[in-house]
Nanobody
Framework: QVQLVEAGGGLVQAGASLRLSCAAS????????MGWFRQAPGKEREFVIA????????KSATSAKGRFTISRDNAKNTVYLQMNSLKPEDTAVYYC?????????????????WGQGTQVTVSS
């Protein structure tokens, strides 16, 4: 079992930066691929970015490339999402997920555990 707790959301203006964090419980954090997804009102949860269990590889959605960066600190059981040049369309609840899949997944159904989410609102 893994419990995930996101933090760092808030209200910012377009062009600003935010760093989200996701703290995990348990001693097997380094065994999980970690991903960030987001869900805007009336829309499905969508993939943003993910990092492999070792931190050696990442995958990003097109919307995140060049602006968002994911990193993890296995010693602190924490994964981070650095978001730069934020746009109003980035407004959503951001969720972190943990996956035990063999590969690094980009679909929500492949993630086994989820946090409660943190709201990010970007004003124009």
């Amino acid at each position: 079992q893994v419990q995930l707790v996101e933090a760092g959301g808030g209200l910012v203006q377009a062009g600003a930066s935010l760093r989200l964090s996701c703290a995990a419980s348990g001693r097997t954090f380094s065994s999980y691929h970690m991903g960030w997804f987001r869900q805007a009102p009336g829309k499905e949860r969508e993939f943003v970015i993910a990092v492999s269990a070792t931190g050696g590889s990442t995958k990003s959605a097109t919307s995140a490339k060049g602006r968002f960066t994911i990193s993890r600190d296995n010693a602190k059981n924490t994964v981070y999402l650095q978001m730069n040049s934020l746009k109003p369309e980035d407004t959503a609840v951001y969720y972190c997920g943990a996956s035990i899949a063999y590969y690094l997944p980009t679909v929500a159904v492949s993630y086994n555990y989820w946090g409660q989410g943190t709201q990010v609102t970007v004003s124009s």
